[in-house]
């Protein structure tokens, strides 16, 4: 078991371009998550997909797009980066219910947008 | 506003100098609190979930602790391979989806 997976681990954007971060999880879980994680801010929730085909808005979805491409894979698209998207971004994924909270994540992607 | 706040911020423990992380929130209608470990350059790793208070859980050389406001994770006779970030999380807004505190940022030496 892989658990949850992202691709890719680093990038380096200029602002105005855009970019697909992928994330899979083979641990058959009905929700899967975006946060990013800032010096000093903690994780925050971008966007999360509860089940197969919802999507829903976290704390932080401005400048953010994403795709539930089946119940393994969720991806987040940056359509236009700024310096302020510059983050490091988590994919997790649980169980639905009570046991959302016990999540599962990825290693993480290290983007810098200069 | 629902909040989680973790403190301290940092803490610097001699090997074998055992200590406790609080997490105290103000979420009404607690549905569980989780309590998560990130070493640097990593994703966060579940370690506990509570739900009530009164409840504990271990797991080697940590505790976790529930009262109605606040949580602890008591760390016993730690090792430097305990220090990394421990991370607070508890569901709010309604929501199941935890919001998640800043962390207290471990460092055991040798």
């Known amino acids: 078991n892989a658990g949850v997976t992202q691709t890719p681990k680093f990038q380096v954007l200029k602002t105005g371009q855009s970019m697909t971060l992928q994330c899979a999880q083979d641990?058959?879980?009905?929700?899967m998550y975006w946060y990013r994680q800032d010096p000093g801010m903690g994780l925050r929730l971008i966007y999360y997909s509860a089940s197969e085909g919802t999507t829903d808005k976290g704390e932080v979805p401005n400048g953010y797009n994403v795709s539930r491409l089946n119940k393994r894979e969720f991806s987040l698209r940056l359509e236009s980066a700024a310096p302020s998207q510059t983050s490091v971004y988590f994919c997790a994924s649980s169980e639905t219910g009570g046991s959302v909270g016990e999540q599962y994540f990825g290693p993480g992607t290290r983007l810098t947008v200069t | 506003e629902d909040q989680v706040t973790q403190s301290p911020e940092a803490l610097r423990l001699q090997e074998g100098e055992s200590s406790s992380l609080n997490c105290s929130y103000t979420?009404?209608?607690?549905?569980?609190l989780f309590w998560y470990r990130q070493d640097p350059g990593k994703g966060p790793e579940f370690l506990f979930t509570l739900y009530s208070a009164g409840e504990e859980k271990e797991k080697e050389r940590l505790k976790a602790t529930l009262t109605k406001k606040e949580s602890f994770l008591h760390i016993t006779a730690p090792k430097p391979e305990d220090s990394a970030t421990y991370l607070c999380a508890v569901p709010s807004g309604g929501s199941y989806i935890p919001t998640f505190g800043r962390g207290t940022s471990l460092i055991v030496h040798p």
């Open positions: 979420v009404s209608g607690l549905r569980g």
């Open positions: 641990m058959n879980h009905n929700s």
